[in-house]
DNA sequence: TCTGGGGTCCTAGGACCC
DNA sequence: TCTGGGGTCCTAGGACCC
């Protein structure tokens, strides 16, 4: 429920603040449990991972002793309670997880089994015995307008033909609902997630009707994003802004760039003119700039690039050269200028795979941007 | 109808290229 | 300059997940 509203109706609640650094430490050592048992391990959230243990039954036992040992030990050595749930797919093992969990009740708590096994047999009625709420990919919005075909559990769903889902739902969304309501499931456990976006968001006491403001905000924003994208070794091509107006309508502004990016003033400067297009008048509940289209340092052009666009800043071309010197570059812009006359402003955004190293190992404050 | 700060994936339409 | 098909990329928005 909304704070606010917990808020009007228990006065005397305890509101505590979350600790996410915290809660960062304790997802590393629980991963650090889990590669004692398996190496492949998809972590989902903070709080939540899935583990393909079919390798470790010689060392560690059965699923159901696995299960067992893993919550023995997160509660021994974290402190924490856990559910686990066991299924030949991921689709048996998530809801197997969430129906081993405690349910809450009036009169407190009711404790849950903490460890669910389903085996292969019984995997069809286990799945056909849910709420289509309960699979993965079904929010509220699905769940509405599948109640609207007379659609509420999972066994009327597997009666519905593919082609109707897929027509309702479109192609990937149909075409996952008629799988999972037959039991098909073949997603693999990916142990390698690298991160798509890297972005930061605020939701502000009050409404911020001051588009300087928010100018100023969305730069402590790309100072925070690139920063995070540097610790995490890469660089990106599309800048992001999120706003989200006080009547709650939201909207999204993005752009992107002919080199990928990695500097805040450059994070800066793109949100800054994608928040041109923002009415400030309407008041802003909240904002979020983030960059996306993210790829390793490691594969980023290993070499300075210029970029040419017209006044408005959108880049019309580019080239790329090596640049060793200053005095090289400078070359090498005027050849630009005389090759595209006045369309050549010759902004220079050099974000290399060097330049990203430079900084990554803080031997580079700030990498210049000049016209 | 979202509290909050992260994210992911999909879709549709348009621009552009060959 | 047009025709047509095929494809990619970009942008915006929506739905979903924890």
Avoid at 140 to 151: A, D, F, H, Q, S
Wanted: proline content about 4%.
């Amino acid at each position: 429920m909304p704070t606010a509203h917990a808020r009007q109706i228990c006065p005397k609640a305890v509101f505590l603040s979350p600790n996410f650094s915290l809660y960062h430490s304790f997802h590393d050592r629980l991963i650090e449990i889990f590669e004692s048992i398996t190496p492949l391990i998809e972590p989902v959230a903070l709080d939540e991972a899935f583990l393909d243990v079919s390798g470790a039954h010689g060392v560690w036992g059965s699923s159901r002793e696995i299960a067992l040992s893993l919550r023995r030990r997160v509660k021994d050595e974290l402190g924490l309670s856990c559910s686990v749930g066991v299924g030949r797919t991921k689709l048996v093992a998530k809801l197997a997880s969430k129906a081993a969990k405690p349910l809450p009740s009036v009169d407190g708590p009711h404790s849950g089994t903490g460890v669910l096994v389903i085996e292969t047999k019984d995997e069809l009625s286990f799945i056909r015995g849910h709420l289509v709420r309960a699979l993965p990919g079904v929010g509220p919005r699905t769940e509405e307008r599948l109640g609207r075909l007379g659609i509420t559990r999972v066994v009327d769903l597997a009666q519905i033909p593919r082609s109707t889902l897929v027509a309702h739902f479109g192609r990937a969304q149909g075409h996952l609902l008629c799988e999972l309501a037959s039991g098909l499931d073949e997603r693999p456990v990916v142990v390698e997630r690298a991160a798509r976006s890297i972005g930061h968001e605020e939701t502000f006491d009050a409404d911020e009707f001051d588009s300087g403001a928010l100018l100023s905000r969305a730069k402590a924003m790309a100072v925070s994003v690139a920063t995070r994208c540097r610790e995490a070794r890469c660089v990106g091509r599309t800048v992001a802004i999120k706003v989200r107006y006080g009547d709650f309508s939201n909207v999204t502004r993005s752009k992107t760039t002919g080199a990928p990016i990695t500097m805040a003033a450059e994070i800066a400067d793109i949100a800054g003119v994608l928040l041109e297009e923002i009415d400030a008048d309407r008041g802003v509940r909240l904002l979020g700039v983030s960059l996306s289209g993210l790829l390793p340092t490691e594969e980023a052009p290993a070499h300075q690039l210029l970029l040419f666009g017209s006044e408005e800043s959108s880049v019309r071309g580019s080239r790329s050269t090596e640049v060793k010197s200053r005095e090289e570059l400078e070359e090498t812009a005027d050849e630009i200028r005389r090759r595209f006359g006045k369309h050549a402003i010759g902004s220079l955004a050099n974000i290399t795979r060097d330049a990203a190293r430079a900084k990554t190992e803080g031997t580079l404050a700030r990498v210049d941007k000049e016209p």
